[in-house]
């Protein structure tokens, strides 16, 4: 019998609601202190550390025994030098769970008035997510927030959230709080949810828990070569922009690509609002990680498109906490991403010739 996931995809849009709320707020008062730079030089901030504890919290309060691959870890927070961000973290954390109860929301999950937490406890769920994934068993993965560098300039970002059973995707939601709610009022209101569980489609649901507006069903729309264009990173350092622009050249493409960080793309790319998602590795190494594609990739299947490695490969989210070796990835409508496919190989032989 196959599994809907029902229970699980409730816990987790509230637990991405919450979270995005968290993110939301802290970004209009953040300090030039409560930002580090990472081992990778990657910056990471109180809104990522603080809605992970939120999203862990919730999770093991209603799947005990679940296990989380996330992408934060408590270290700098546990040495005298990370007192600061501790206590505001502790103090962004407890204010967002002790907030009341919200419709569906129970204190099942940890949540209200009752559940503060003290600073090691908030430390230690924040370590929650150090699981290391693998090829069997049902763990979630967790992005605090994708696209931090985006965060920090006030543009797009996503709370990013997926269940991974024996290496599939089963539950994607992922929170955008700056992403317009219509693609057609592109200045009108912001803030949109996006949820996808296998075999159930892909939907567009209001981020603020009170709009009682329907969700909306997506389904990629075909495309023209005069209306297809590429979405890619911001980041330089995250993707070879020079590669799609060789890609867009052989595919006829004349519309200019839209850059924009974080699974916003594919989030976009599932609502019609932008035709292939490419990104291709700068070539330093970096291994991608489960988290910045596992919700986006169940987004995607379920809104009718394909996604893959740029060989054509699918994904693999079973090797651990990176999708391994890194080839890239594709993702499209079913009929454009042939076509991207066969321009990518044709764009690496020109490379290697
Ligand atoms: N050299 C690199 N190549 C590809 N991705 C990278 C990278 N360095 C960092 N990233 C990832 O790129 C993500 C953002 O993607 P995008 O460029 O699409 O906005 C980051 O997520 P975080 O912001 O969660 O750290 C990070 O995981
Ligand atoms: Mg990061
Ligand atoms: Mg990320
Ligand atoms: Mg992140």
């Not at 979270?19 to 209009?28: E, G, K, M, Q």
């Not at 005298?80 to 099942?108: F, M």
């Not at 999950?109 to 997510?129: H, S």
């Not at 799609?244 to 019609?272: F, H, W």
Request: glycine share 10%; net charge negative; proline share 5%.
């Amino acid at each position: 019998m196959s599994t809907t996931y029902e229970a699980e995809k409730q816990v987790a849009i509230a637990a991405v609601r919450r979270a995005s709320a968290l993110t939301a707020s802290v970004f209009n008062k953040l300090v030039k202190n409560e930002t580090l730079t990472k081992d990778d030089k990657s910056p990471v901030t109180v809104g990522d550390f603080s809605a992970q504890a939120v999203v862990n919290t919730m999770l093991l309060r209603a799947f005990p025994e679940d296990n989380i691959v996330g992408e934060e870890d408590a270290a700098d927070m546990r040495v005298e030098s990370g007192k600061l961000l501790r206590n505001r973290i502790v103090e962004l954390v407890n204010e967002t769970i002790t907030a009341p109860l919200q419709a569906g929301e129970t204190e099942a999950w940890g949540l209200g008035p009752d559940y503060a937490q003290t600073p090691e406890q908030i430390m230690d769920i924040i370590d929650r997510g150090n699981y290391n994934g693998g090829s069997t068993g049902r763990f979630w993965t967790l992005d605090p927030i994708d696209g931090t560098k985006g965060f920090l300039r006030g543009e797009q970002y996503a709370v990013c959230l997926a269940l991974i059973v024996d290496s599939q995707v089963q539950l994607g939601v992922m929170g955008c709080p700056n992403l317009p709610v219509s693609v057609s009022n592109p200045s009108g209101p912001r803030g949109c949810i996006f949820v996808a569980s296998r075999g159930q489609g892909a939907w567009q649901i209001p981020l603020d828990a009170s709009d009682s507006s329907a969700p909306i069903p997506l389904t990629i729309p075909t495309f023209t070569k005069d209306t297809l264009n590429l979405l890619e990173s911001v980041e330089k350092a995250h993707a070879k922009l020079s590669f799609n622009d060789r890609v867009a050249e052989l595919l006829g493409i004349t519309k200019a690509p839209t850059r924009m960080d974080s699974q916003a793309k594919y989030c976009s790319l599932a609502r019609g609002d932008g035709g292939v998602y490419l990104r291709m590795p700068v070539g330093s190494g970096y291994k991608e990680k489960i988290w910045d594609h596992a919700p986006g990739a169940v987004l995607v299947e379920e809104a009718g498109g394909v996604i893959t490695d740029s060989r054509g490969e699918p994904l693999n989210f079973g090797l651990g906490r990176t999708l391994g070796e890194n080839f890239g990835v594709i993702a499209a409508g079913k009929n454009v991403h042939a076509h991207v496919l066969e321009a990518v190989k044709k764009a690496k032989e020109e490379e290697t010739s």
